[in-house]
């Protein structure tokens, strides 16, 4: 339930979270919900919402649904479920009697484009433009109950990756967990491809590390290399014609950037990858003395902790 005051140019947020996956819902059509907060890359101004929105009570003082058409579990808002209210100061106690109408102006990704500071796509102006070039195919096996990527499904190793590299591995055949990690080499554009239509899809992927330029979103099947969304959250879609593309240069070394699935029981069951970028500068770096805490603190964890 949110409760704000019918003063005009009054200002309120409607959610504060803008390290979210995703939160998107409707609003009465009357209101105007703009776009705070999404990630630290500068935006245009846009009357579209994803999280963080602030919207000005200048409506009359009512009752208003704010709803979402949930695209798994149980749909529609019978009882309630997936809906909240939006009543304003002095409003009685009741629901809120404005029908579900369509979205004024649909939330899609490739629409929202960054600020002209931003930094101007890297690589080559077609697909497959980077230096490097990954496919990753997402699979599942019904047997064992897991996902794979590139047929290699990701087990948590026993020694962290990081510790792996200090330790001298640098090549991905070296590292654990075996067809999980790949290595990246430093200060070279990077172009990830992701088909979509996978069981369990949408999946919502997560680098660590790194912002990125989605050159291709899910549900488009255009690329855009002038001003494509900068995210370091990506959707696969749902469609098997879906192939979600990203773009990032490898400037921040470091010992592992994950891609991962933002939801932790997908996490669990497989679905992540490794990236160790630029191992060799890592090899070579001295490290300060508090690092070597961490490894006794790792061997420490439970299994449950782990």
Not at 15 to 40: D, E, I, M, W, Y
Not at 263 to 272: C, M, Q, S, V, Y
Request: aromatic fraction near 8%; proline fraction near 10%; charge should be negative.
């Amino acid at each position: 339930m949110f409760y704000i005051k019918g003063v005009c140019n009054d200002r309120h947020y409607l959610n504060k979270h803008p390290s979210l996956t995703a939160v998107c819902f409707t609003l009465n059509p009357q209101f105007r919900l703009v776009l705070n907060g999404k990630s630290p890359s500068y935006t245009l101004p846009t009357s579209h919402l994803e999280h963080s929105q602030l919207s000005t009570a200048v409506q009359p003082t009512s009752n208003y649904w704010i709803r979402t058409v949930a695209n798994g579990g149980t749909a529609g808002f019978d009882n309630g479920i997936n809906s909240a209210i939006l009543r304003y100061i002095g409003a009685p106690i009741e629901d809120p009697s404005t029908p579900l109408t369509a979205s004024v102006v649909p939330l899609l990704e490739q629409n929202l484009h960054p600020a002209l500071r931003e930094p101007r796509v890297p690589g080559l102006p077609v697909p497959g433009g980077a230096d490097v070039n990954l496919h990753l195919a997402i699979a599942f096996d019904f047997t064992s109950f897991k996902f794979t990527i590139n047929s290699a499904e990701f087990i948590p190793p026993t020694a962290p990756v990081l510790l792996q590299i200090l330790s001298g591995a640098q090549s991905a055949t070296d590292l654990l967990p075996a067809g999980s990690v790949y290595t990246l080499p430093p200060n070279k554009v990077i172009e990830i491809s992701i088909p979509g239509g996978s069981i369990g899809a949408p999946h919502p992927f997560h680098l660590h590390g790194h912002n990125f330029h989605v050159i291709r979103s899910a549900g488009n099947s255009t690329y855009n290399f002038i001003n494509p969304p900068i995210r370091d959250v990506v959707s696969t879609g749902t469609d098997t014609a879906d192939n979600t593309t990203i773009r990032f240069v490898t400037d921040n070394a470091g010992p592992c950037v994950p891609l991962l699935f933002h939801i932790d029981f997908h996490l669990e069951i497989g679905l992540a990858i490794v990236f160790a970028e630029d191992t060799g500068t890592i090899v070579k770096s001295k490290h300060p003395p508090a690092w070597d805490k961490l490894c006794p603190i790792y061997d420490s964890l439970t299994p449950d902790q782990l």
